[in-house]
């Protein structure tokens, strides 16, 4: 399997532009998390979904920030409109099943510039 | 406070040195603790895994958790420069909860 997977790599964006990031989760797994790392504030979680459904979004910012799952395979976080303060790396991370196993498997991640 | 405190460093040892890393949390309901590693540039990975209090053994690294004290630690035994990275615990109630994660804390292993 080739891990979870995250487009883009990197991405540099100017004040007020809506940016959408990507992430293909382990084929298998079922609990798919977004994660938000500063030097400040450390690795923060924004969203989980459990079988593509949100189970808690009490990390998302602001409405500015929206996250959806429309299947297994796929999910997207989405800022409109970004801000400087929202320059970051944003990590998915995906997990199997309750039982079958308790360590998340993280992305690449995706450095975000805001201007 | 924060639910998981950690320091985040930076640390320098010399290669072959004891490295010890920790964290302390306040949630008494927290039963799974981990660490994770992570190099720059990339995802954190699980490094070692510990559930309920004790302590675990893999290789150079050592996971001990002390529930009455809400404390945890890594040992990091004949560290090398290869273990430089950031080093993140992490801890969560029950099985479908997610991880609550510490700042993490940055290790540099001079050759």
């Known amino acids: 399997d080739a891990g979870v997977i995250q487009s883009p790599r990197h991405e540099v964006t100017e004040m007020g532009q809506e940016v959408t990031l990507r992430c293909k989760p382990i084929?298998?797994?079922?609990?798919l998390f977004w994660y938000r790392q500063t030097m400040m504030r450390g690795l923060e979680l924004l969203i989980y979904?459990?079988?593509?459904?949100?189970?808690?979004d009490s990390g998302m910012p602001e409405d500015r920030f929206s996250a959806k799952m429309p299947n297994a395979s796929f999910s997207t976080l989405k800022i409109q409109p970004s801000e400087p303060r929202d320059s970051a790396v944003y990590f998915c991370a995906s997990r199997l099943p309750s039982g079958g196993g308790n360590e998340q498997f993280f992305g690449p991640g995706t450095r975000l510039t805001v201007l | 406070q924060k639910e998981v405190e950690q320091d985040p460093g930076p640390l320098s040892v010399p290669e072959g040195a004891i490295v010890s890393l920790n964290c302390t949390y306040s949630?008494?309901?927290?039963?799974?603790f981990m660490w994770y590693r992570q190099y720059s540039r990339k995802g954190p990975e699980l490094l070692m895994y510990t559930y309920s209090s004790g302590n675990k053994e893999d290789g150079r690294f050592t996971a001990q958790v002390d529930k009455s004290s809400k404390y945890i630690s890594l040992f990091i035994r004949d560290s090398q420069p290869s273990d430089s990275a950031t080093y993140l615990c992490?801890?969560?109630?029950?099985?479908?909860?997610?991880?609550?994660f510490g700042k993490g804390t940055r290790l540099s292993v001079i050759a």
């Open positions: 084929s298998g797994h079922d609990y």
């Open positions: 992490a801890m969560k109630h029950s099985g479908n909860t997610p991880l609550v």
């Open positions: 949630n008494s309901a927290f039963q799974y």
């Open positions: 979904f459990n079988n593509n459904v949100p189970i808690d």
